[in-house]
């Protein structure tokens, strides 16, 4: 008796503890991530005070700081830019670093260009992306490239200033 009340203790917490959370941001990393976010790029963005997605997110939001937090780190323009398409990407839930690569291989560079393509057609582009590239082992079925799809429609627009 006394381990079933344990267990169900234990497990009410873990309950409590997972249902009472805030919601969590998909898929936030510490830098570096390589390749995506090199260590030497990721050493200039400590610098500027920038040490997680997260942080690169909130970064990157608008074009003003996106000049500001290129001149912090010593990061070209452009390369902040980049940055930002890929974190916006990071938003979405079930989308890692190597899945942000393949979707840019694929010509999508962020959520909102995410959100304007057909899955059949974007995971036609991603297998030929991937045969050439050879960046992901696995790749997603076409039910999971509508499941982000459709998660980037749902999205808010953080990221703003971006083509």
Avoid: C, F
Avoid at 17 to 44: F, K, Q
Avoid at 110 to 130: F, Y
């Amino acid at each position: 008796m006394m381990n079933v009340r344990k267990t169900s203790g234990l497990a009410a917490i873990w309950v409590a503890l997972v249902l009472g959370a805030p919601a969590a941001n998909a898929s936030h990393y510490r830098l570096p991530i390589d390749p995506m976010i090199p260590a030497a790029e990721a050493t200039l963005l400590a610098k500027a005070g920038v040490t997680t997605t997260l942080a690169l997110l909130q970064e990157v939001a608008t074009p003003d700081k996106r000049k500001a937090l290129a001149r912090k780190s010593g990061l070209t323009q452009e390369r902040v830019t980049d940055l930002a398409h890929q974190v916006d990407l990071l938003r979405i839930d079930g989308l890692g670093p190597s899945m942000v690569r393949l979707l840019q291989a694929s010509g999508v560079a962020n959520s909102k260009a995410l959100a304007a393509e057909d899955p059949a057609a974007l995971h036609q582009k991603m297998t030929a992306a991937n045969a050439s590239a050879q960046i992901s082992p696995v790749l997603p079925q076409v039910g999971l490239v509508s499941a982000w799809i459709a998660a980037a429609k749902a999205l808010p627009q953080v990221v703003t200033g971006l083509k």
